[in-house]
T-cell receptor, first 113, second 114 residues
Framework: DVKVTQSSRYLVKRTGEKVFLECVQD?????MFWYRQDPGLGLRLIYF???????EKGDIPEGYSVSREKKERFSLILESASTNQTSMYLC????????????FGSGTQLSVL | AQSVTQPDIHITVSEGASLELRCNYS??????LFWYVQSPGQGLQLLLK??????LVQGIKGFEAEFKRSQSSFNLRKPSVHWSDAAEYFC????????????FGTGTRLQVTL
């Protein structure tokens, strides 16, 4: 089975801190994604990547950046965390093509105080 | 831009009862359609998907969904719900002929009473 691993299940940070969320997948997938999940809003796409060193903005990229230096790893960066970035962050991966089956990690619940 | 509507935020059913979760999409052409489930503390798992062909799609865990073009709907059904089905369910769409970029609905939380 595909495994998508997010480095932290819970994270508490202070306003203004730089925050790194890490995601690793073990199935050699080309595509990787970062979503945030908020009650009543569902999942919203922050950034995605189709290949190493390649990134594209999703629907809500403001306040975030990403890094993909290796195929298996996709990092989400909050340059200066703010309280409105308190959320559940979900990483996902998929192979190329129209299969569109996303494999999700278990999520990181980030609280910014 | 495409959109997905799940009109029911929260549904409660008794164990053994039937279930239908609603999903409507807004898009010019028929998109690819998906249902995902999120159990408490877990990531999302794909239940089923529709690309083309037979409009009744079978998925895992005894779920099925029916695509109705005339109603722009892709409702999820299960004949008899089990307590372990309590979770949040998300409908998602992606336009045909594009690369991976799903749009998710806001989700329906299912509670199962014993």
């Amino acid at each position: 089975d595909v495994k998508v691993t997010q480095s932290s299940r819970y994270l508490v940070k202070r306003t203004g801190e730089k925050v790194f969320l890490e995601c690793v997948q073990d199935m050699d997938h080309e595509n990787m994604f970062w979503y945030r999940q908020d009650p009543g809003l569902g999942l919203r796409l922050i950034y995605f990547s189709y290949d190493v060193k390649m990134k594209e903005k999703g629907d809500i990229p403001e306040g975030y950046s990403v890094s993909r230096e290796k195929k298996e790893r996709f990092s989400l960066i909050l340059e200066s965390a703010s309280t409105n970035q308190t959320s559940m962050y979900l990483c996902a991966s998929s192979s190329t093509g129209f299969n569109e089956k996303l494999f999700f990690g278990s999520g990181t619940q980030l609280s910014v105080l | 831009a495409q959109s997905v509507t799940q009109p029911d935020i929260h549904i409660t059913v008794s164990e053994g009862a039937s279930l239908e979760l609603r999903c409507n999409y807004s898009y010019g052409a028929t998109p690819y359609l998906f249902w995902y489930v999120q159990s408490p503390g877990q990531g999302l798992q794909l239940l089923l998907k529709y690309f083309s062909g037979d409009t009744l799609v079978q998925g895992i865990k005894g779920f099925e969904a029916e695509f109705k073009r005339s109603q722009s709907s892709f409702n999820l059904r299960k004949p008899s719900v089990h307590w372990s089905d309590a979770a949040e369910y998300f409908c998602a769409v992606v336009p045909t002929g594009t690369a991976s970029k799903l749009t998710f609905g806001t989700g329906t939380r299912l509670q199962v009473t014993l």
